[in-house]
């Protein structure tokens, strides 16, 4: 492990000391004028994790990259693509640990799953709490 | 020497848990009542001993002794006092030391205080409180020594990071942590009742106040956190799902339904078994969360020092103090007498569906926390994030407050359908309303999530408060108060969480001077930036004039851009107004080459109500346990006065 | 209750706990490696940087010459340290395609001026827009592609002394 990135992993608040000193693009710190496209830019940015300050999503993050992305996000819905696609596009370059929204595969199935089952588990252990219908009328 | 001091207190602490499991064995087995009278003064002092480590740990970081290679990694000369104070646990060795002075302090207090318990059943919860505290002292001994001394002392530390740098410090750990731990004490409850296979009502009541006390500083020390992140990480979120704080909400989920599930086994005499493992889980909980953060194989945005070798000793203590547990559990639990069976309406059945549900969300923060390690195992990189758990454990837990606003309405025993449905109309009434209001006069489109929100925080204001109707408010029981208040706490906190989830307004901006910019009903007007200094950091700090609508009184907000010098770091300050009804929170950013300055703003309605609803359930949650101790004492002491005539 | 009921807490305990031992004894690879090796090159066209240089465009790399992506900046501390590495693969005859990311005319050229200069040619990649299509993570960062325009290789982070070798090969292979 062996790069900038990762000096800028340990220095996640220091956005100086491991980034370049060009100011950021334009639309990362600033809005899409039509405020129907900026918030589903801004609900697209919550589920993209930040590839250099892993543990925040873009739209929680200082880093230069962070916000080049947030730039490219809102360019693109101001072109006129739709979220889904966008992140296919990223899923596409990243693979799946771009998005916090983990895409249904083999491996994520149980992960998916997991609400119905404990659900219908705990239902299942409940169960034995509650008195057996009197077979009898009262 | 206050090193050396600290550090054979430490052992001698270790030393009196080892003499305190030996003696809790042994009179458990014989039951002579010398050994048994044993116990408790030696907790005490093992108690005591830790203390005064944890006070000499203190002290060394309060002289900045450098000589202490712990304050020379971590400290600084340069640092304001109270972080020289907090310091002392802003780093592992510290935090870990502060973790067993506070398993050793319950554990004293428990020798001291409780009464009520059998007294075998005590000493053989001594004992289980002892086996924890002794593997955690060899932990700090042996794999985490907070007092080891630097040949040569270097002349000055190395620095605190900054984010840590922060009053939050002081408040936040602490408080977390006599929850994580006082979860220890519920946990050797449970292991002493398998012992003795002495579960019932009686048992139930004597852990309630203890499994209460630790479940306030957990709600408090959450809070406190959450507002921490909110205002210091600059982005104005209060709450990431960050395997961090999942590693605090796992142990309090656990903890709140063993609070529900005991008040079941006090009463009702029911949920037995259940009871037992979730003081179990409950505090397995606190011990992997602590494994969580400690190990550091989880990708967070809290940046601990990471260390596999400490992440194997605490997995290895976590595997044999819970995989015991949990094999004493289900070998012994099977010789309970099995507990009563309920209704399906009553008080008690909407109590077991509390606990389903609580349990249904405890296992979907598990699993999604852990399934990045899992999804690795199988060779795929994945990130498990906000969109799984608002909408997995969102729904559920809107349900759940649903239950929650019915629950305290059904008799115990048996209720009515009809009659549960009347005194349910006035809170349906109160959700349907405030649905279809915030539906028709919302400004903005409101979410699926945020509208159910809504609509049922209302629904559960109203149905907490209704326990008291129509009761003479005099004479109503101190908990019956505890749990109103802490009911309408949640309701709240999820209004908070709701509203300010839908109405927050957000602004952007690359500003200049004199150029007022809208935000909310605020116009805030950027009127420059001056360097500042403080005790050891300089800033940048912008003047921002903010009026609130056409003819409101000017006031200013000064957000900063810090730079920190040990250890060198940027920070972003934010500048936070509180009104009534929210926040206008903002941040300074860069320049641009063009004179302009990056500034974030938001005005987030009433964001505030999100922490005052958590501090409100610590308070609910402290009137109900004052009430329990208290109804107790009169209980003894009227069987007392009945024996006497 | 069933007997076997009361063994499902432990039984998750025991899962949990052999994820989390699995992870520390051997703990996941956290670089974020690119998706896109095995693809064609996203197409892009990067204007020149610095005087004298051309830029850097995708329709090039179908000429059926296979060459280096190296992503660079002035501003990165790892950079510095790879330049040798760079200079001894030029001087092995492989091309390489610089791509300056975030940076200035001024900076990139004092930093060849100091450390050499093993490019071909340098895009100006202001906005990192070339290097997110790429799936790239950080600086500086390598891909090897072959003689139709397609991803073979990506190496993470600076390229070290004994690595040089490994990517001369790849590079050879790629033809």
Same mark, same amino acid.
């Given at each position: 492990?062996?790069?900038?990135?990762?000096?800028?992993?340990?220095?996640?608040?220091?956005?100086?000391?491991?980034?370049?000193?060009?100011?950021?693009?334009?639309?990362?710190?600033?809005?899409?004028?039509?405020?129907?496209?900026?918030?589903?830019?801004?609900?697209?940015?919550?589920?993209?994790?930040?590839?250099?300050?892993?543990?925040?999503?873009?739209?929680?993050?200082?880093?230069?990259?962070?916000?080049?992305?947030?730039?490219?996000?809102?360019?693109?819905?101001?072109?006129?693509?739709?979220?889904?696609?966008?992140?296919?596009?990223?899923?596409?370059?990243?693979?799946?640990?771009?998005?916090?929204?983990?895409?249904?595969?083999?491996?994520?199935?149980?992960?998916?799953?997991?609400?119905?089952?404990?659900?219908?588990?705990?239902?299942?252990?409940?169960?034995?709490?509650?008195?057996?219908?009197?077979?009898?009328?009262? | 020497?206050?090193?050396?001091?600290?550090?054979?207190?430490?052992?001698?602490?270790?030393?009196?848990?080892?003499?305190?499991?030996?003696?809790?064995?042994?009179?458990?087995?014989?039951?002579?009542?010398?050994?048994?009278?044993?116990?408790?003064?030696?907790?005490?002092?093992?108690?005591?001993?830790?203390?005064?480590?944890?006070?000499?740990?203190?002290?060394?970081?309060?002289?900045?002794?450098?000589?202490?290679?712990?304050?020379?990694?971590?400290?600084?000369?340069?640092?304001?006092?109270?972080?020289?104070?907090?310091?002392?646990?802003?780093?592992?060795?510290?935090?870990?030391?502060?973790?067993?002075?506070?398993?050793?302090?319950?554990?004293?207090?428990?020798?001291?205080?409780?009464?009520?318990?059998?007294?075998?059943?005590?000493?053989?919860?001594?004992?289980?409180?002892?086996?924890?505290?002794?593997?955690?002292?060899?932990?700090?001994?042996?794999?985490?020594?907070?007092?080891?001394?630097?040949?040569?002392?270097?002349?000055?530390?190395?620095?605190?990071?900054?984010?840590?740098?922060?009053?939050?410090?002081?408040?936040?750990?602490?408080?977390?942590?006599?929850?994580?731990?006082?979860?220890?004490?519920?946990?050797?409850?449970?292991?002493?009742?398998?012992?003795?296979?002495?579960? #019932?009502?009686?048992?139930?009541?004597?852990?309630?106040?203890?499994?209460?006390?630790?479940?306030?500083?957990?709600?408090?020390?959450?809070?406190?956190?959450?507002?921490?992140?909110?205002?210091?990480?600059?982005?104005? #979120?209060?709450?990431?799902?960050?395997?961090?704080?999942?590693?605090?909400?796992?142990?309090?989920?656990?903890?709140?339904?063993?609070?529900?599930?005991?008040?079941?086994?006090?009463?009702?005499?029911?949920?037995?078994?259940?009871?037992?493992?979730?003081?179990?889980?409950?505090?397995?909980?606190?011990?992997?969360?602590?494994?969580?953060?400690?190990?550091?194989?989880?990708?967070?945005?809290?940046?601990?020092?990471?260390?596999?070798?400490?992440?194997?000793?605490?997995?290895?203590?976590?595997?044999?103090?819970?995989?015991?547990?949990?094999?004493?559990?289900?070998?012994?639990?099977?010789?309970?007498?099995?507990?009563?069976?309920?209704?399906?309406?009553?008080?008690?059945?909407?109590?077991?569906?509390?606990?389903?549900?609580?349990?249904?969300?405890?296992?979907?923060?598990?699993?999604?926390?852990?399934?990045?390690?899992?999804?690795?195992?199988?060779?795929?990189?994945?990130?498990?994030?906000?969109?799984?758990?608002?909408?997995?454990?969102?729904?559920?837990?809107?349900?759940?407050?649903?239950?929650?606003?019915?629950?305290?309405?059904?008799?115990?025993?048996?209720?009515?359908?009809?009659?549960?449905?009347?005194?349910?109309?006035?809170?349906?009434?109160?959700?349907?309303?405030?649905?279809?209001?915030?539906?028709?006069?919302?400004?903005?489109?409101?979410?699926?999530?945020?509208?159910?929100?809504?609509?049922?925080?209302?629904?559960?204001?109203?149905?907490?408060?209704?326990?008291?109707?129509?009761?003479?408010?005099?004479?109503?029981?101190?908990?019956?108060?505890?749990?109103?208040?802490?009911?309408?706490?949640?309701?709240?906190?999820?209004?908070?969480?709701?509203?300010?989830?839908?109405?927050?307004?957000?602004?952007?901006?690359?500003?200049?001077?004199?150029?007022?910019?809208?935000?909310?009903?605020?116009?805030?007007?950027?009127?420059?930036?001056?360097?500042?200094?403080?005790?050891?950091?300089?800033?940048?700090?912008?003047?921002?004039?903010?009026?609130?609508?056409?003819?409101?009184?000017?006031?200013?907000?000064?957000?900063?851009?810090?730079?920190?010098?040990?250890?060198?770091?940027?920070?972003?300050?934010?500048?936070?107004?509180?009104?009534?009804?929210?926040?206008?929170?903002?941040?300074?950013?860069?320049?641009?080459?063009?004179?302009?300055?990056?500034?974030?703003?938001?005005?987030?309605?009433?964001?505030?109500?999100?922490?005052?609803?958590?501090?409100?359930?610590?308070?609910?949650?402290?009137?109900?346990?004052?009430?329990?101790?208290?109804?107790?004492?009169?209980?003894?002491?009227?069987?007392?006065?009945?024996?006497?005539? | 209750?069933?007997?076997?009921?009361?063994?499902?807490?432990?039984?998750?305990?025991?899962?949990?706990?052999?994820?989390?031992?699995?992870?520390?004894?051997?703990?996941?690879?956290?670089?974020?490696?690119?998706?896109?090796?095995?693809?064609?090159?996203?197409?892009?066209?990067?204007?020149?940087?610095?005087?004298?240089?051309?830029?850097?465009?995708?329709?090039?790399?179908?000429?059926?010459?296979?060459?280096?992506?190296?992503?660079?900046?002035?501003?990165?501390?790892?950079?510095?340290?790879?330049?040798?590495?760079?200079?001894?693969?030029?001087?092995?005859?492989?091309?390489?395609?610089?791509?300056?990311?975030?940076?200035?005319?001024?900076?990139?050229?004092?930093?060849?001026?100091?450390?050499?200069?093993?490019?071909?040619?340098?895009?100006?990649?202001?906005?990192?827009?070339?290097?997110?299509?790429?799936?790239?993570?950080?600086?500086?960062?390598?891909?090897?592609?072959?003689?139709?325009?397609?991803?073979?290789?990506?190496?993470?982070?600076?390229?070290?002394?004994?690595?040089?070798?490994?990517?001369?090969?790849?590079?050879?292979?790629?033809?």
């Amino acid at each position: 492990m062996r790069r900038a990135a990762l000096l800028a992993l340990l220095l996640c608040a220091a956005p100086a000391a491991a980034d370049s000193g060009l100011p950021p693009a334009a639309l990362a710190y600033t809005q899409l004028p039509d405020a129907a496209q900026e918030a589903k830019a801004k609900a697209l940015m919550e589920t993209v994790r930040c590839v250099v300050c892993q543990g925040q999503s873009i739209a929680d993050s200082d880093a230069d990259m962070a916000g080049d992305m947030r730039a490219m996000i809102r360019q693109r819905i101001a072109a006129g693509e739709t979220p889904a696609q966008i992140r296919k596009w990223l899923i596409a370059r990243y693979g799946d640990y771009i998005t916090y929204d983990p895409p249904l595969s083999a491996v994520t199935l149980p992960l998916w799953l997991a609400p119905l089952v404990l659900l219908g588990l705990g239902a299942w252990i409940a169960r034995a709490s509650f008195r057996r219908r009197r077979r009898t009328n009262e | 020497m206050t090193a050396e001091a600290g550090l054979a207190a430490l052992w001698l602490a270790a030393a009196l848990a080892g003499l305190q499991l030996l003696l809790a064995g042994l009179a458990v087995k014989r039951g002579e009542a010398t050994l048994l009278g044993a116990v408790r003064p030696v907790a005490i002092v093992q108690g005591i001993m830790a203390l005064i480590a944890m006070g000499a740990l203190i002290a060394v970081f309060c002289a900045s002794d450098m000589s202490v290679a712990l304050v020379a990694e971590n400290s600084h000369s340069a640092k304001p006092m109270l972080y020289k104070f907090a310091g002392a646990w802003g780093n592992h060795e510290g935090s870990m030391l502060l973790w067993v002075t506070i398993l050793g302090l319950a554990g004293g207090a428990v020798a001291l205080f409780e009464r009520r318990l059998d007294e075998r059943t005590l000493i053989a919860t001594l004992g289980g409180q002892a086996a924890i505290a002794l593997g955690f002292y060899a932990f700090l001994l042996f794999a985490s020594n907070p007092f080891g001394r630097a040949d040569p002392a270097p002349p000055d530390g190395a620095g605190l990071n900054p984010l840590l740098q922060d009053p939050g410090l002081a408040f936040h750990p602490p408080t977390l942590y006599i929850g994580y731990v006082g979860l220890s004490v519920a946990f050797s409850f449970a292991i002493g009742a398998l012992v003795t296979r002495d579960v #019932g009502p009686a048992f139930a009541r004597a852990m309630r106040p203890w499994v209460l006390g630790a479940w306030i500083f957990l709600t408090l020390g959450i809070t406190a956190g959450s507002y921490w992140a909110y205002y210091e990480l600059g982005w104005g #979120g209060w709450w990431f799902w960050d395997p961090v704080e999942n590693a605090s909400l796992m142990p309090w989920l656990a903890a709140t339904a063993l609070l529900h599930s005991v008040t079941v086994l006090a009463t009702r005499d029911g949920l037995r078994a259940w009871t037992v493992m979730l003081a179990v889980v409950a505090f397995s909980m606190s011990m992997i969360g602590t494994f969580l953060v400690r190990s550091g194989i989880l990708t967070s945005v809290h940046a601990f020092a990471v260390d596999p070798e400490r992440g194997a000793f605490i997995l290895a203590l976590l595997a044999i103090y819970i995989g015991g547990a949990l094999a004493l559990f289900a070998l012994r639990v099977g010789t309970v007498r099995a507990g009563n069976t309920f209704e399906f309406l009553s008080r008690e059945g909407g109590l077991v569906i509390n606990n389903l549900l609580l349990s249904v969300i405890l296992g979907l923060v598990l699993i999604g926390t852990f399934y990045p390690i899992v999804a690795a195992a199988m060779g795929t990189q994945l990130s498990v994030g906000p969109p799984f758990f608002d909408g997995t454990a969102g729904p559920i837990a809107l349900v759940l407050v649903a239950v929650m606003a019915a629950g305290p309405l059904l008799r115990w025993r048996r209720d009515d359908m009809q009659a549960v449905l009347e005194r349910l109309m006035l809170p349906i009434a109160a959700t349907l309303f405030a649905g279809a209001g915030v539906f028709v006069l919302s400004s903005k489109p409101v979410g699926a999530l945020s509208l159910a929100g809504l609509a049922l925080a209302a629904g559960l204001a109203v149905a907490s408060v209704a326990p008291l109707w129509k009761r003479d408010l005099r004479r109503a029981p101190l908990f019956l108060y505890g749990m109103v208040v802490a009911h309408l706490g949640i309701a709240v906190t999820l209004a908070g969480m709701a509203a300010s989830t839908t109405w927050t307004e957000e602004r952007l901006v690359a500003a200049r001077v004199g150029e007022p910019v809208q935000v909310g009903p605020f116009s805030v007007t950027f009127e420059g930036v001056n360097p500042v200094l403080g005790a050891n950091w300089s800033a940048l700090e912008a003047r921002l004039a903010v009026q609130r609508g056409e003819d409101g009184a000017t006031f200013y907000l000064r957000p900063q851009s810090r730079f920190f010098a040990n250890p060198v770091t940027n920070t972003s300050e934010s500048a936070i107004a509180t009104t009534l009804d929210g926040q206008l929170y903002t941040v300074l950013g860069q320049p641009d080459n063009a004179g302009r300055w990056q500034l974030r703003l938001w005005w987030k309605p009433w964001v505030t109500l999100i922490w005052l609803g958590g501090a409100m359930v610590a308070i609910g949650g402290a009137l109900s346990m004052l009430g329990h101790i208290l109804r107790e004492r009169r209980a003894t002491r009227r069987a007392m006065e009945a024996a006497w005539a | 209750m069933r007997r076997w009921l009361l063994w499902l807490p432990l039984l998750a305990l025991l899962v949990v706990l052999g994820f989390a031992a699995r992870e520390l004894m051997k703990p996941a690879d956290r670089t974020v490696y690119s998706a896109m090796v095995g693809q064609p090159v996203p197409d892009f066209a990067l204007p020149p940087l610095v005087p004298g240089k051309p830029g850097v465009a995708a329709a090039e790399f179908r000429a059926g010459q296979p060459r280096l992506i190296n992503i660079f900046a002035s501003w990165c501390i790892p950079c510095i340290a790879e330049a040798p590495q760079l200079m001894r693969l030029k001087e092995m005859g492989v091309p390489i395609e610089g791509i300056a990311i975030r940076d200035t005319p001024s900076a990139v050229t004092a930093f060849l001026a100091r450390n050499g200069d093993p490019y071909r040619a340098i895009g100006d990649d202001k906005v990192s827009r070339v290097q997110l299509s790429l799936g790239s993570s950080g600086v500086p960062e390598t891909f090897i592609i072959d003689g139709q325009g397609k991803i073979v290789k990506q190496h993470v982070g600076d390229i070290r002394a004994d690595e040089v070798d490994a990517i001369y090969q790849a590079w050879r292979a790629a033809r």
